[in-house]
């Protein structure tokens, strides 16, 4: 069976940067999951998967276009500590949840604190960068019915209810 809409597909993947550095990677034995063709995966990989088989091995160069966009430096802010009432520790790397100018929540995370002022950042950490993936279909079936209503899969690898 190759991968196309609604199909599951179990990947072993390694992710580096252009410089080659290990960003991200499967467990040994634990391979992703996912339902491909409902945006569970960025675009430019997953667009590279389709029509791929069980077995089939292949490496995928994305642009941040189609991976986790550009970097904009619009999304960088720095706010007074203050704007941080009821949190009694603030670190390097904290996440928050913010609404952002069009209503949409959106995550930021701390990137720096200098005195009484915290910079906050809102692209996701890989925006901006070239990906590399080196990928491995360890398997493709058809999803269930439930699965396809559900949006994901289900199962011992999968979403549970």
Do not use: C, W
């Not at 809102?122 to 493709?140: K, Q, R, S, Y």
């Not at 439930?146 to 199962?155: L, P, S």
């Amino acid at each position: 069976m190759t991968i196309s809409e609604n199909s599951v597909v179990s990947i072993d993947y390694i992710l580096r940067n252009k410089k080659g550095d290990v960003i991200d990677a499967s467990g040994n034995g634990e391979p992703l999951v996912y339902l491909h063709g409902t945006g569970a995966l960025i675009p430019g990989l997953e667009n590279e998967l389709a029509g791929k088989k069980a077995g089939d091995k292949l490496t995928v160069t994305v642009e941040p276009k189609d991976g986790y966009g550009e970097h904009m430096p619009q999304l960088i802010q720095k706010l007074p500590r203050e704007n941080f009432q009821g949190v009694e520790t603030l670190e390097v790397g904290m996440e928050f949840e913010a609404t952002g100018a069009n209503g949409h929540i959106m995550v930021v995370r701390i990137d720096e604190i200098e005195g009484d002022e915290v910079t906050i950042n809102g692209n996701h950490p890989l925006a901006g960068m070239t990906l590399e993936f080196e990928v491995g279909i360890a398997d493709v079936r058809e999803a269930t019915a439930e699965e396809i209503e559900h949006g994901h899969v289900h199962g011992e690898q999968g979403h549970h209810h």
